[in-house]
């Protein structure tokens, strides 16, 4: 089955230190793979998108992504968080004409 | 360009009472069109995709529907709300194959239902 999994719902860091949001994807070939952030009350905003260009792909706001296929790995990583990155992030992967979301990760910036 | 437009943002109905969210994408054809809705404390979920006029595929059984009457319309429905329907609809579409935007998958700001 196609699945995309973050695997933590929650991340706390302290401003300026690195972020790491783990996202990880199922499939018998590589998807599509995007991360999009969404702030309180707000609509999602795409942040990057993967797709099979280079592996390591630049986004928004300072965020970069690794596409590991031998990992089947997605992780969003970032080298100092901001208190404007609270926010929860979504990982999300295009099979086809599907489109799957992970759960969400919802990341805290500690002052 | 495209744009995505998708109304009402906020709505409070009460149990039992109909639903209709609309949404409408300009500047594109034949895109893929979904509704997705996040529930409090939860992620986004898939309810529906189309790739197509009239062609409705349901990811989530539940007391909504949706229907594209036309190419770049597709609504969100409910005959009688529950609860349990509360959260944050998005629609979303992506361009078809021959669209150069096809990975790219564009949001509506969204519509916040609160059923009381």
């Known amino acids: 089955a196609q699945s995309v999994t973050q695997l933590d719902s929650h991340v706390s860091v302290s401003e300026g230190t690195p972020v790491l949001l783990r996202c990880n994807y199922s499939s018998s070939y590589s998807p599509s793979l995007f991360w999009y952030v969404q702030h309180p009350n707000k609509g999602l905003q795409l942040l990057l998108k993967y797709t099979s260009a280079a592996t390591l792909v630049k986004g928004i706001n300072g965020f970069e992504a690794e596409f590991k296929k031998s990992e089947t790995s997605f992780h969003l990583t970032k080298p100092s968080a901001h208190m404007s990155d609270a926010a929860e992030y979504f990982c999300?992967?295009?099979?086809?004409?599907?489109?799957?979301f992970g759960a969400g990760t919802i990341l805290r910036v500690k002052s | 360009s495209q744009t995505i437009h998708q109304w009402p943002a906020t709505l409070v109905q009460p149990v039992g009472s109909p639903l209709s969210l609309e949404c409408t994408v300009e500047g594109t054809s034949n895109p893929n069109l979904y509704w997705y809705r996040q529930a409090a404390g939860r992620g986004l979920q898939l309810l529906f995709y189309s790739v197509g006029i009239g062609q409705i595929s349901s990811e989530v059984p539940q007391n909504l529907s949706a229907s594209r009457p036309q190419d770049r319309q597709f609504i969100l429905s409910s005959k009688k709300l529950l609860l349990s329907d509360s959260g944050f609809y998005l629609c979303?579409?992506?361009?078809?194959?021959?669209?150069?935007?096809?990975?790219?998958?564009?949001f509506g700001e969204g519509s916040w239902l609160t059923v009381v």
């Open positions: 999300v992967a295009r099979y086809g004409n599907k489109l799957v």
């Open positions: 979303a579409w992506r361009g078809g194959t021959a669209d150069p935007s096809g990975n790219t998958i564009y």
